[in-house]
């Protein structure tokens, strides 16, 4: 009787156990087949066992189906064999781990994901695939490996980090927030309020950059606050989503770095080893070349109405009455919440955010210790901001229901149904984050921080007066690759001391301006930073309309704070350099209208 047998073998190092399968095609005298499962069970070094066997006759059955189940085992036993999971999978792991560590493929997966996200213009499956090329470098191309380091070395690795998770949950609080704001009417009365003040788009455009300016306390706070303020302000004036989104985000990280008292400053602060890190932030402020750059290109880009690159044909289409220009609507459920109630006033809108305001300086400073005796400075130098968010943005959610059961605004039955509906408008957000920290955990397990330390230690040598610039571009590198700005300053900022440390402390405190700028600037850049996220979610922007746009114009402020870094390199006073790049900026707005504006009024 002829007979086919394949035979394959499964490991799993599970319980210190190994199963083996065999499978058995049988064709019988009267040409039906049978097929037949045995799985064999053994503790290492014994004898197999059979535990069961399974059999099933069925000639139609089998007659329709042996071709289907051939193809489907060869891919499985062909998986199996390009796989390393039977010879020596660890030693070839820590082999070509080892490989990969500490040099330019560290930052490889996060470039990968960037280019499939700006070409295919779809930003998970592009953040995924940058997840599993930094995983296949981790585990040696080992199919366990990798899909071991995508999830528990990776997902599951973010997910339950108590930072990662405030951050989350500081995202659903205010998404919650902004349901309540919109239903209880306060969103649509500022917008009334607010359009019978500002009466043209470029007041709603100063308007949204001074609140901006305004909330310097966080970058994901000052997102999605400004956004859901200023979003029915900038729609009533033709204000494209995609500028609403540049303009949240050019006021969140730039004026952040440049606040003493803000989150960006603690964290500066704290990896500066050896000095005084809230005096060495401020004595670099007036270096921080990027961030002031910016305010300043981006003022003076709404007087003089000029929009290039991608952002003017956004610009044109608002301008006819189409502020998304592209079909996708991510935020599209959130416009029905719009509509708003007709009892709702302007102090449904005002006091939820001056409370979340007063909320979150207090949750923060209380994770600093204010509250047992530290001061005021010390205490938001060393704060928590992830807790101290959550717990202040808690308060204020409690404020806001409060507030609105009081004036019968909302029942609470409905003021509870905003929590999902919150929820889900965060969605698109917290997917992105999340693949976001994975494929900065990729990049972490590669040493990507290893790999820049060698590349600014061998800048150090004969170009020291050229350093900042050069340190200005390795930061700007890293936060676009990574998508974290705090990940470079702890990376460069400790190197940058230690190259500095005993000799030029003048230019020590340009370097380190240099290095926040560009982690700023990288930040500012890449499709896969958080606060780039958030401002898309503040602005209710499609995610990759808002980077394709954004790029252009944070590569103009990036070229000009590269030139004003070399002149502050041999100058070394803000007093000579910032004038400098103030004037370069302008020179550089003045040609672009002239040559290369795209905005058709």
């Given at each position: 009787i002829p007979r086919m047998c394949f035979r394959m073998h499964l490991w799993y190092f599970l319980c210190n156990r190994k199963f083996c399968w065999n499978l058995l095609l049988h064709k019988n005298i009267t040409g039906n087949y049978s097929v037949m499962f045995l799985r064999y069970e053994r503790p290492f070094g014994?004898?197999?066992?059979?535990?069961?066997?399974?059999?099933?006759?069925?000639?139609?059955?089998?007659?329709?189906?042996?071709?289907?189940?051939?193809?489907?085992?060869?891919?499985?036993?062909?998986?199996?064999?390009?796989?390393?999971?039977?010879?020596?999978?660890?030693?070839?792991?820590?082999a070509a781990s080892a490989k990969f560590y500490g040099t330019f493929w560290a930052?490889?997966?996060?470039?990968?994901?960037?280019?499939?996200?700006?070409?295919?213009?779809?930003?998970?499956?592009?953040?995924?695939?940058?997840?599993?090329?930094?995983?296949?470098?981790?585990?040696?191309?080992?199919f366990e490996g990798t899909i071991l380091h995508i999830f528990e070395g990776g997902m599951i690795s973010v997910l339950t980090s108590s930072y990662n998770m405030g951050i989350l949950i500081f995202l659903v609080i205010l998404g919650t927030m902004v349901c309540l704001m919109n239903r209880a009417g306060g969103s649509a009365a500022f917008g009334r309020w607010a359009s019978k003040r500002i009466k043209t788009r470029a007041g709603a455009e100063i308007a949204t950059v001074v609140l901006g300016v305004l909330i310097f306390i966080d970058d994901y706070f000052n997102c999605l606050t400004v956004g859901s303020v200023m979003r029915p302000v900038t729609d009533k004036h033709n204000v494209s989503r995609a500028k609403l989104a540049y303009l949240i985000d050019a006021t969140a990280a730039p004026v952040c770095i440049i606040a003493p008292i803000s989150s960006w400053a603690a964290a500066v602060s704290g990896f500066v080893k050896g000095e005084d890190g809230i005096s060495l932030f401020v004595h670099a402020i007036p270096y921080n070349f990027y961030a002031l750059l910016t305010i300043f290109m981006m003022i003076a880009m709404v007087f003089m109405k000029v929009e290039f690159g991608p952002m003017g044909v956004h610009e044109t289409n608002a301008l006819k009455g189409d502020i998304y220009t592209t079909p996708a609507r991510p935020y599209a459920n959130s416009a029905e919440d719009e509509k708003g109630n007709p009892r709702g006033k302007v102090i449904d809108l005002l006091i939820p955010i001056i409370s979340l305001v007063v909320c979150c300086v207090i949750g923060m400073i209380y994770t600093?210790?204010?509250?047992?005796?530290?001061?005021f400075v010390t205490a938001f130098s060393q704060?928590?901001?992830?807790?101290?968010?959550?717990?202040?943005?808690?308060?204020?959610l409690v404020i806001?229901?409060?507030?609105?059961?009081?004036?019968?605004?909302?029942?609470?039955?409905?003021?509870?149904?905003?929590?999902?509906?919150?929820?889900?408008?965060?969605?698109?957000?917290?997917?992105?984050?999340?693949?976001?920290?994975?494929?900065?955990a990729m990049t972490d397990s590669l040493g990507a921080s290893d790999f820049v330390y060698g590349v600014v230690k061998s800048s150090a040598g004969g170009?020291?007066?050229?350093?900042?610039?050069?340190?200005?571009?390795?930061?700007?590198?890293?936060?676009?690759?990574?998508?974290?700005?705090?990940?470079?300053?702890?990376?460069?900022?400790?190197?940058v001391v230690d190259v500095f440390s005993g000799t030029n402390h003048e230019l020590m405190i340009i370097s380190i301006s240099a290095c926040m700028a560009g982690a700023v600037c990288g930040d500012h850049c890449s499709p896969i930073s958080d606060t780039t996220?958030?401002?898309?979610?503040?602005?209710?922007?499609?995610?990759?309309?808002?980077?394709?746009?954004?790029?252009?114009?944070?590569?103009?402020?990036?070229?000009?704070?590269?030139?004003?870094?070399?002149?502050?390199?041999?100058?070394q006073t803000p007093w000579i350099a910032l004038p400098a790049g103030i004037i370069l900026m302008a020179i550089t707005l003045v040609i672009i209208r002239l040559k290369f504006d795209d905005l058709k009024i």
């Open positions: 014994q004898d197999c066992n059979i535990s069961y066997i399974s059999t099933k006759e069925g000639g139609t059955f089998m007659k329709k189906n042996v071709k289907k189940l051939s193809a489907v085992l060869s891919v499985i036993m062909l998986m199996i064999l390009a796989s390393p999971l039977t010879v020596l999978a660890a030693e070839e792991e820590a930052l490889v997966p996060p470039i990968v994901a960037i280019a499939l996200a700006l070409i295919t213009k779809e930003v998970y499956s592009s953040l995924f695939i940058g997840i599993l090329v930094g995983a296949l470098f981790y585990s040696g191309f080992s600093g210790g204010f509250f047992s005796g530290t001061d704060s928590d901001a992830s807790i101290g968010l959550v717990l202040g943005s808690f308060f204020g806001t229901i409060v507030l609105y059961l009081v004036r019968r605004v909302m029942n609470f039955k409905d003021c509870m149904a905003c929590i999902p509906d919150g929820f889900k408008a965060m969605v698109p957000a917290i997917l992105i984050l999340t693949f976001a920290w994975t494929l900065k170009l020291m007066n050229f350093l900042p610039a050069i340190i200005f571009v390795i930061g700007a590198v890293i936060a676009f690759a990574t998508g974290t700005s705090w990940g470079t300053f702890g990376i460069l900022i400790p190197i996220i958030m401002a898309s979610a503040g602005a209710q922007c499609e995610h990759v309309n808002h980077v394709s746009t954004q790029l252009p114009y944070a590569m103009v402020a990036a070229v000009v704070s590269f030139l004003t870094y070399i002149i502050a390199g041999f100058v």
